[in-house]
């Protein structure tokens, strides 16, 4: 799956599936790519391959089927086959939509994960805490986005990719006002025009092998 890529496999193994709660960021150059990064029109379709730490690797594909209105919101729908993703762009901020989650001693409240900006400078960087509630008690944590690289060339399965946004992912817990690093999550890279292409991390990576945009 496409954000399971993308963010999940650090920051979901950290930080479990929780929701957006507050973004906190550092002000960074305005560019504006008319919300080039995800150019997730119906009928398109991005083929990825996943390789874990074992070297074994495998292959899925996301359709765009469509779009939706979440709580005012219009996103686009992704779908592996068995689970649609919702992503949406607004002035060069880039949304996936959780669902709400409720387990045996675990709760996850419905939101939005902001994980790019694509107006942003290099070097620049922001926060979004994540806050569950596992077996009663609240626990927050801390998503630290750092935009490591802009207009960058980068090569992936041996497909050269133009403008690309370099994006780490690194995370926290946050006790009181005390953030203690948990460490990095991944780095994500992001081309225009053609959306997501690769999410490298301690424990896999992912790398997109085709597209076709309608």
């Given amino acids: 799956m496409l954000y399971r890529s993308l963010f999940f496999v650090g920051a979901l193994s950290i930080f479990s599936m929780y929701a957006c709660r507050k973004e906190r960021s550092l002000e960074g150059t305005i560019i504006d790519y008319h919300c080039g990064y995800a150019p997730y029109s119906a009928g398109s379709s991005f083929t990825y391959q996943y390789t874990n730490s074992s070297g074994d690797t495998s ?4 359709l765009v089927t469509g779009d939706t209105t979440i709580n005012g919101h219009l996103y686009s729908v992704l ?5 649609d993703q919702f992503v949406r762009c607004d002035n060069g901020s880039y949304f996936l939509y959780e669902q709400a989650l409720s387990l045996p001693d675990y709760q996850l409240e419905e939101g939005d994960r902001l994980f790019l900006h694509d107006n942003y400078s290099e070097g620049s960087s922001w926060n979004d805490t994540v806050s569950v509630t596992i077996a009663g008690v609240e626990q927050t944590g801390l998503l630290q986005y750092h935009m490591l690289k ?3 060339v980068h090569t992936v399965l041996g497909n050269d990719y133009k403008d690309v946004i370099v994006v780490r992912q690194d995370a926290a817990v946050l006790i009181g006002e005390t953030a203690y690093p948990a460490g990095t999550i991944a780095t994500y890279y992001y081309a225009l025009g053609v959306g997501y292409i690769e999410t490298a991390s301690p424990t896999d990576t992912i790398r997109l092998q085709h597209y076709a945009i309608r």
């Fill in 59 to 62: 292959h899925y594909e996301l």
């Fill in 79 to 83: 779908s592996d086959g068995s689970a």
């Fill in 150 to 152: 802009k207009e960058a």
